[in-house]
């Protein structure tokens, strides 16, 4: 299976940018995502890159603030975060889909692979 270990979180103010990693390691994926879950609410989709190709999605509530790319090299994922507000704040997680599709997948049932998360926290 795919292993994945977030790391970046932490707190910042408003206004700030912050760049969250994502190191994948096993068997053979073909996308990366960025889920995020906030207390009380349901784990919503941020953004995903496909592995080879480099096909993006980002979620219309973050385009245009937040980038989504990657290093094959080393197996790296990140997600840069740019005009960061309260409404940020949340648990982020990478997930990796093993199955090929033309553009990178929003749908979370459709990802194989999970990380533990990292938190999050924006102050205004």
């Known amino acids: 299976q795919v292993q994945l270990v977030e790391s970046g979180g932490g707190w910042v103010q408003a206004g700030d940018s912050l760049k969250l990693s994502c190191a994948a390691s096993?068997?053979?994926?073909?996308?990366m995502g960025w889920f995020r879950q906030a207390p009380g609410k349901e784990r919503e989709f941020v953004a995903a890159?496909?592995?080879?190709?480099?096909?993006?999605l980002h979620a219309a509530s973050v385009k245009g603030r937040f980038t989504v790319s990657k290093d094959n090299h080393k197996n790296l994922f990140y997600l840069e975060m740019n005009s960061l507000k309260p409404d940020d704040t949340a648990v982020y997680y990478c997930?990796?889909?093993?199955?090929?599709?033309?553009?990178?997948?929003?749908?979370?049932?459709?990802?194989?692979?999970w990380g533990q998360g990292t938190q999050v926290t924006v102050s205004s």
């Open positions: 890159i496909n592995w080879s190709g480099g096909a993006v």
């Open positions: 096993g068997r053979t994926f073909y996308s």
């Open positions: 997930a990796a889909d093993q199955n090929f599709r033309v553009v990178p997948s929003s749908h979370l049932v459709e990802y194989d692979a």
